[in-house]
């Protein structure tokens, strides 16, 4: 046979390069895939641990105002509630008075794999800080401008990222521990992987990887107390919300009701104070099962916050629908896991009929134990009942509880 010219060869092997060129192409701009990476086959294509899995968990806390929407507020308490061994941004203190929208509360993403695997994570939070994290993070980016406890300045979006975390499922892990009854340490009872962390004071352990942060977006959800008592629901996102419970707390006495998925609006009626709290906590454990949680998990979650879901008040807990996370809380895993989970509990605190009565009463009683009940939510409770008050005599009187409100909580932070 004779041999083909030189050119030919070339000309042969420069098509195939072209067909292949193209076709790289064409799947490069096919849609990612569900757990977040890029399609495999693509150009931009990142790797994929196929035995890694990510889960993830967290709240969203925030304060309906009149017109049924997410109020600014500051709860000026610092945070108390966690070990001393979480860091700070800047100072245990710099949290305090830091108003905002939404207080992004204990956000744990678990990460599971059967062999020893590495990986680098990235979170970032629209419009808002990180202020407390553990293990310590290689970086905690944006806010270096906020020095007078406002997110409404211009700045970037914050952010926190650790380089390294290594998933080590042979690791008898010591993890930190000091006051057993803590509720950061529920978070840790899930089979989920120990991780380690490289630090220049030397190796951190946990099962998780801890964050909290504070900002100004909108959340989907408002609710607005009706003349007739009712309690109108309206859905301000795009998709649907996928899970809603209306709960009530007075005393001893509780009550919810479940009212399921809210495609635009829903009009509610208070729950009988009749319920059970265990019964709602299996309830509310069921729901998260539901959105890809496993057991371990839920039940991890909701004994994180039962003593704080399940508080003095009213307030509507919502499933936040993932794409709705996504947008304000995206996750970035490198390299990639082959699943990956985020389910995040909204609370909107509602100011309803039944609060402003059992705080006047406790105003005029000088009752400061049932006032305390409603801890970090008595200056927004009060705020919008000096907005409703129409008698000038009432609003200051409640204003003077307001301004004593302030000053006793500064000074116990001082202290």
């Known amino acids: 046979m004779p041999r083909k010219p ?8 420069l098509a195939g390069c072209f067909a292949i060129s193209a076709h790289t192409s064409s799947v490069s701009e096919d849609p990612p895939l569900h757990n977040g990476h890029s ?19 967290g709240t969203f806390t925030s304060v309906a105002g009149k017109d049924g929407g997410a109020v600014e507020w500051s709860p000026l308490t610092g945070s108390t509630d966690l070990p001393s061994f979480v860091e700070h941004f800047r100072n245990a203190g710099f949290k305090l008075g830091l108003r905002g929208t939404v207080r992004m509360e204990t956000p744990v993403l678990y990460l599971y794999d059967s062999r020893k695997e590495t990986v680098s994570v990235k979170v970032s939070f629209s419009k808002g800080i990180i202020t407390e994290w553990y293990p310590r993070a290689s970086r905690v980016e944006s806010a270096a401008n906020i020095f007078d406890g406002t997110l409404y300045q211009h700045h970037a979006d914050g952010s926190i990222a650790w380089d390294v975390v290594t998933v080590s499922p042979s690791l008898r892990a010591e993890f930190p521990r000091e006051n ?4 950061y340490y529920a978070a840790r009872l899930t089979s989920s992987t120990p991780l380690r962390v490289p630090t220049p004071a030397g190796e951190q352990q946990e099962k998780f990887l801890f964050y909290r942060g504070v900002s100004t977006f909108a959340v989907p959800v408002a609710a607005t107390v009706t003349s007739p008592g009712k309690l109108m629901l309206e859905n301000r996102g795009e998709e649907e919300i996928p899970n809603t419970i209306l709960f009530e707390r007075r005393g001893q006495r509780v009550g919810y009701r479940i009212a399921g998925a809210l495609q635009k609006d829903a009009f509610l009626d208070p729950p009988e104070l009749t319920g059970s709290m265990n019964d709602l906590g299996r309830e509310l454990e069921g729901m998260l099962v539901a959105q890809g949680l496993y057991q371990d998990e839920a039940h991890a979650m909701v004994e994180t916050w039962r003593s704080s879901w399940f508080e003095e008040g009213s307030r509507l807990l919502y499933i936040v629908p993932r794409t709705f996370v996504d947008g304000v809380l995206p996750l970035t895993i490198h390299p990639a896991p082959a699943q990956t989970v985020r389910v995040f509990v909204g609370r909107l605190e509602i100011v ?6 059992a705080v006047e009463r406790a105003l005029d009683d000088g009752d400061n134990a049932t006032l305390k009940t409603f801890g970090r939510f008595l200056e927004p409770i009060l705020t919008t009942m000096i907005q409703r008050e129409s008698s000038p005599g009432r609003a ?9 409100y302030y000053s006793s909580e500064i000074a116990q932070n001082r202290h």
């Open 352 to 357: 309803t009929p039944a609060t402003e009565k």
């Open 180 to 183: 057993p009854d803590n509720h």
């Open 6 to 13: 030189l050119p030919f060869i070339l000309y042969v092997l």
């Open 39 to 57: 399609n495999a086959f693509g150009r931009d294509a990142c790797p994929v641990y196929s035995s890694l899995t990510a889960h993830e968990w």
């Open 396 to 404: 200051e009187r409640f204003q003077r509880a307001l301004s004593f």
